[in-house]
């Protein structure tokens, strides 16, 4: 076999054991690799019905078909388990040399089990496995642990995926973390932190090998290409933080937790000005030749130094969502959280929650105590120092950190039973997922994505606010055509999540991102490695596949029609300014849109699975398990 | 400690430019080995912060301090090129040139613990494929003359002209 | 007539513009409005503004009045007086 080992490491933390499971290529095929297959490893290996910070709760990674290799943007790998904070499933992608290293120690995949007594971290080098003692990297921040292996080690070539004290911790959004990339959202970093696994460290000393290597590279060489060309140039010059003022314009920049969509310093905390006064260098991850990561630096102010990498999604979380118009402040939140491993947007979205509860008095300034600040002190909207504060609070669980630290939906649950509050209704999460940098009240197809997803309140699973905000649907309106536009919105996005290949490079094919200017490159890349005779409708089939698995995982782990749900402040408060000013998800509107999504996914009116339609798709054991 | 000469070209990165994408080091052991393999690569990345990575291949230097370390003569240097030569039959793998290179420019293949180095492809018509794949130009053949002309022009571009 | 127009992104890194006033003809169509920027700021030929002067570069688009992308399709649609139209390089995700 070409492309794979055919290998999976089983670890035990438990019993500190491990073996080898060889899969057959049948199983490639259908699963191929990051979030498809670490997801379809996740429901083999979990014990249903588990708690997510248990010994039953697995760790699944799985590997890209096309890392090791020149094939540009193909170095990303896929991680999965059930997510401590939705309880459905919690499927990440991350990439660089982590996963380059991985792949040439001869693996396919990890799945681990249990959960150790001790601090440890694991180190796989090739085809041997150690348990080694964690306690001189306890408390290290996620580059510094990484650095602290490599210098144990003696070998900059061994890579690590890390997790940081917000993780060691068991902070329900923390991370995990490898070359300066985060498999960022859903709280894999609690799940580590539950089995006392502070790092996987590898060593791949064996080359890759792929089928025609020829016809690959110079595949890999025209994309290389393609790659610095105007189709990347927004990835390259200015990032995703372009948003910003973008979102601003539309009217739908989430400002003060999704109360308003038009921020009055949106300018300050815009791409544009983190390109003229912050950047201090762009950074690939590895075999990636565009490189969008773009780094930034605080220059004055009380934050000056912080720096670290800056996307969209981090900064409308730790900007205008908290009403502060620093960019010094956001990329000072950004790097704490960065350093500490949490993610940036679940951390940014949930102290928004405890700005407006303070502001709205259901917490008070007394709730706020801390070492730094004995007394308390006041959170309300744009106060830099008690963001700082309260991300560094939530990072060591102290004071209202430790409420924090479970995330928007439990930390909501929990004061308002005590305290007989409301606060539930800016809790801005779905399933327990913080919200993205998209205020779907008047993006409706997105809403309809977000509200069905598999992961919760998750952007990039869903992508449906593609079409909304380039005006291919009609975004302040519903109709018929929306189901099946979700679904293909989010297949199309599930392909390049389980290659993966990063969506960035999408364009870089034919010029032209949809599926008859993507897929048959993809086919070719894949064939090339693998010899298989992949074509067209066979790479709609990735993405087929690889929702469903994610989707049955959530059937058995209790979903239910209801699950699909939208925040409360989307459904009951329009926004008063700005563009998309007067718009709400009504009910009837939401409900409609989700019969016309199970219908067009070729589900029941419940949203569960048909036996055959699993048979189809290769998946007859979990026909027999969850089909219907 | 020995410089290259005016005379010989070497691989250089530019690490403003270089964003650590390490795809010079999957064609390098590609070209030379036929497998996709970081460790058999002759030119290497290293990133030593967070926001710096270069990648460091032979310099060709004069009177190479590789070739007279090594015990066995097993490492010879064109006159004409700079280029290193490896005698794999007099090679044991025994380290002394990787003492002595202040770049790290030369490495032992892990399997057959002989020592390997940079020929800049001179059997490809291309010339190094580490410099025809760099996407972002990082990686140039070039002299230290050259790059001394480069980085004046640059120089007075930027402060002269303020551009940048 | 008068219409304002603003550049977001790629287009005002190329230009150093943020916001300006234009003055076009009567039953001006946004590819019109192409042509007459890559005039007006060549910087931004095989950048944002395609070499054909006449598209826009993906993903550059024209908004209208914050409310409505201009698609690819409409782009022979004309512009009324008092219009607002923003130059915005649209990005997913990140």
Redesign the interface.
């Known amino acids: 076999m070409y492309g794979y080992s055919g290998k999976i490491l089983h670890v035990d933390l438990t019993n500190r054991k491990t073996w080898t499971e060889t899969k057959p290529e049948e199983w490639y095929k259908i699963y191929i690799g990051g979030v498809s297959m670490a997801s379809r490893l996740c429901w083999e290996n979990i014990e249903p019905g588990c708690d997510p910070l248990s010994p039953e709760n697995p760790i699944c990674i799985a590997n890209g078909i096309f890392a090791g290799t020149p094939v540009p943007v193909g170095g990303k790998y896929g991680i999965a388990c059930k997510s401590p904070l939705t309880g459905f499933i919690g499927d990440s992608l991350s990439g660089s040399w982590f996963t380059t290293a991985f792949k040439r120690a001869g693996w396919d995949g990890f799945v681990i089990h249990g959960a150790s007594d001790e601090w440890i971290y694991v180190f796989i080098d090739d085809n041997h496995v150690e348990f080694r003692d964690a306690k001189d990297l306890m408390g290290l921040d996620t580059f510094a642990t990484e650095e602290a292996i490599r210098e144990e080690m003696g070998d900059d070539q061994v890579r690590a995926a890390v997790i940081g004290p917000a993780g060691e911790n068991k902070v329900r959004f923390a991370n995990v973390t490898n070359d300066g990339r985060q498999a960022g959202r859903t709280g894999h970093g609690a799940v580590w932190g539950s089995k006392k696994l502070k790092a996987l460290a590898v060593r791949g000393t064996s080359g890759v090998t792929v089928a025609d290597p020829e016809t690959l590279l110079k595949l890999s060489f025209d994309i290389v290409d393609a790659a610095q060309g105007?189709?990347t140039?927004?990835?390259r010059?200015?990032?995703?933080?372009?948003?910003v003022?973008?979102m601003n314009?539309?009217?739908l920049l989430p400002t003060r937790n999704y109360q308003q969509g038009v921020f009055e310093d949106a300018e300050l905390v815009s791409?544009?000005h983190l390109?003229d006064h912050h950047k201090v260098k762009v950074m690939a991850c590895a075999q990636c030749p565009i490189a969008?990561e773009q780094y930034s630096r605080a220059i004055d102010g009380p934050y000056a130094g912080a720096m670290t990498g800056i996307?969209?999604?981090s900064l409308y979380a730790n900007s205008s969502n908290l009403g502060i118009g620093t960019m010094e402040t956001a990329i000072k939140l950004i790097d704490i959280e960065d350093e500490c491993g949490m993610d940036s947007m679940s951390a940014g979205v949930t102290i928004s929650w405890a700005m407006e509860s303070f502001e709205k008095g259901v917490l008070t300034k007394e709730d706020f105590k801390c070492a730094k600040y004995p007394e308390g002190f006041e959170p309300a909207f744009g106060n830099d120092e008690a963001a700082v504060t309260l991300a560094e609070m939530i990072r060591d669980r102290e004071g209202i950190g430790d409420i924090l630290a479970q995330g928007t939906k439990r930390a909501a649950a929990q004061i308002d039973e005590e305290r007989g509050t409301e606060s539930w209704k800016w809790a801005m999460q779905i399933k327990g997922l913080e919200l993205p940098g998209y205020d779907a009240r008047a993006l409706k197809t997105f809403a309809l994505g977000l509200a069905a997803g598999t992961r919760g309140g998750c952007?990039?699973r869903s992508?449906a606010?593609?079409p909304d905000?380039?005006?291919?649907t009609n975004r302040f309106t519903v109709d018929e055509t929306r189901g099946k536009v979700a679904r293909e919105s989010e297949e199309y996005a599930a392909v390049y999540d389980t290659l993966p290949l990063c969506?960035f490079i999408r364009?870089s094919f034919t010029g032209r991102a949809d599926r008859a200017g993507a897929w048959p490159a993809i086919a070719k890349l894949i064939n090339a490695t693998t010899g298989w005779d992949f074509e067209y409708e066979d790479i709609d089939l990735i993405g087929e596949r690889a929702h469903t698995i994610k989707k049955a995982f959530n059937i058995r782990e209790g979903w239910t029609r209801e699950d699909d749900h939208l925040p409360w402040r989307w459904q009951h408060e329009p926004l008063k300014e700005?563009?998309s000013a007067g718009y709400v998800v009504t009910d009837e509107e939401l409900e409609y849109l989700k019969d016309i999504y199970y219908e067009a996914k070729g589900w029941t009116k419940e949203g569960l699975i048909p036996k055959e339609k699993l048979v189809e798709l290769g998946m007859d054991d979990v026909a027999e398990e969850i089909g219907v | 400690m020995p410089t290259s000469t005016s005379k010989y070209q070497y691989v250089t990165c530019d690490a403003t430019k270089c964003v650590g994408c390490q795809l010079c080091e999957y064609i390098c052991s590609y070209t030379k080995t036929g497998e996709f393999n970081t460790y058999r690569s002759r030119i290497r990345t290293v990133r030593a912060e967070e926001v710096l990575v270069t990648a460091v291949t032979c310099r060709t230097c004069e009177d190479a301090p590789c070739v007279i370390a090594c015990p066995r003569d097993a490492l010879t240097q064109d006159s004409l090129t700079g280029l290193i030569r490896i005698d794999a039959g007099r090679c044991d793998g025994c380290t002394w040139c990787i003492e002595a290179c202040d770049f790290g420019a030369i490495s032992i293949n892990p399997e057959s613990k002989l020592a390997e180095i940079c020929d800049q492809c001179t059997d490809e018509e291309d010339g190094p494929q580490c410099v025809k794949w760099c996407p972002k130009e990082a990686l140039e053949l070039t002299t230290p003359d050259r790059r001394a002309q480069h980085q004046r022009r640059k120089l007075a571009v930027e402060e002269v002209l303020g551009h940048r | 007539m008068q219409v304002q127009i603003?550049f977001?992104?790629?287009a005002?890194?190329a230009t150093g513009e943020r916001e300006l006033s234009f003055m076009v003809e009567e039953g001006t169509t946004y590819r019109d409005l192409v042509g007459l920027l890559a005039e007006k700021y060549p910087q931004m030929i095989?950048?944002v503004i395609r070499p054909d002067r006449a598209t826009l570069?993906?993903?550059n688009?024209f908004?209208l009045?914050?409310?409505?992308?201009?698609?690819a399709k409409q782009m022979d649609e004309s512009i009324h007086a008092d219009d607002r139209i923003?130059l915005?390089?649209?990005?997913?995700?990140?």
């Not at chain 1, 010059?237 to 948003?243: A, E, K």
């Not at chain 1, 905000?469 to 291919?472: A, N, R, S, Y």
């Not at chain 3, 009045?65 to 698609?71: G, T």
């Not at chain 3, 915005?88 to 990140?94: H, I």
């Open positions: 105007p189709d140039q927004k990835y010059i200015l990032g995703t933080v372009s948003n003022l973008n314009r539309i009217g791409g544009e390109h969008c996307e969209y999604e952007h990039n992508a606010y593609d905000i380039k005006g291919e969506k364009r700005g563009a | 603003e977001l992104g790629l005002r890194l095989g950048h570069q993906e993903p688009i908004n009045n914050a409310r409505r992308m201009i698609q923003i915005m390089s649209m990005s997913a995700g990140g």
